[in-house]
């Protein structure tokens, strides 16, 4: 049930993305303008590490894409939320982790897309890089995305608008985005700044998709990326399902 659950929201929501196409596309523009504009700007800079510019600037732009793509997710159910949607949704007998899971996967279907999509531009511009690695940096992107989408719906379950939602969201992605290194690598930050950007979990995906991008799988760096990624996926739904089963109640 929980698989038929799921399927049908996941279906619902797809749909209606499907039907904004230009919405898609645009969501991808921003990394693309990195690319394209700051990209160039790297090239034979000295940038710590193995690879070549663009293996050091795509992962993290893969990142970027699912980190405010996802963080803003919520947005939507605040409005289905003040129209009743939501509601009507929870007196039904569907699954409160379906209600959830099938947002959450259209987001991660989404995001995956725009990311194949900034890769084959950066393949275009440049870029090389061995397929498994590839691969596991879109592996990275579901997980990141399955984690803040799932944050983001909580958080949006719990707050009454967007004007709310908006700003607190703003203050948590910047300071995440300046502190993992998603445009470059925190070896070449000051000392304390490099200290400080541990205790950012987005740090150790940026640090394992890198390593993949060069080729490199059986590191330190992949094994704490992915043993965060999965903890963070896991506890993120939790709280979501959560949230979906006792806000408003």
């Known amino acids: 049930m929980l698989l038929q659950d799921t399927a049908l929201i996941f279906g619902r929501y797809l749909r209606?993305?499907?039907r904004s196409r230009f919405a898609m596309l645009f969501?991808?523009?921003?990394p693309l303008l990195y690319l394209l504009f700051f990209g160039p700007l790297l090239t034979d800079l000295p940038l710590g590490g193995g690879g070549s510019?663009?293996?050091v600037l795509v992962p993290g732009l893969l990142l970027q894409l699912g980190l405010f793509g996802a963080a803003f997710a919520g947005f939507m159910i605040i409005v289905e939320k003040n129209h009743g949607v939501v509601e009507r949704m929870r007196v039904t007998p569907v699954s409160r982790?379906?209600?959830?899971l099938g947002r959450v996967l259209r987001d991660t279907a989404v995001f995956v897309l725009q990311a194949v999509l900034l890769v084959l531009a950066a393949v275009v511009m440049g870029l090389r890089a061995p397929v498994a690695g590839i691969l596991i940096g879109f592996a990275f992107v579901a997980l990141l995305t399955i984690s803040l989408a799932s944050l983001s719906y909580a958080l949006a379950m719990r707050v009454s608008s967007p004007h709310t939602f908006g700003p607190?969201?703003?203050a948590l992605t910047m300071p995440s985005m300046l502190l993992s290194g998603l445009m470059l690598?925190?070896?070449l930050a000051p000392g304390w700044l490099d200290a400080l950007s541990h205790v950012m979990p987005f740090r150790y995906l940026v640090d394992a998709m890198r390593d993949a991008y060069v080729g490199s799988y059986a590191t330190a760096s992949?094994?704490?990326g992915v043993l965060v990624a999965v903890a963070l996926a896991g506890l993120a739904v939790t709280v979501g399902t959560r949230v979906f089963r006792t806000a408003g109640a």
């Open 222 to 224: 992949m094994a704490y």
């Open 185 to 187: 690598p925190m070896s």
């Open 97 to 100: 982790l379906a209600l959830l």
């Open 168 to 170: 607190t969201v703003n």
């Open 53 to 55: 510019s663009w293996q």
């Open 27 to 30: 969501g991808v523009l921003m």
């Open 16 to 18: 209606q993305t499907l």
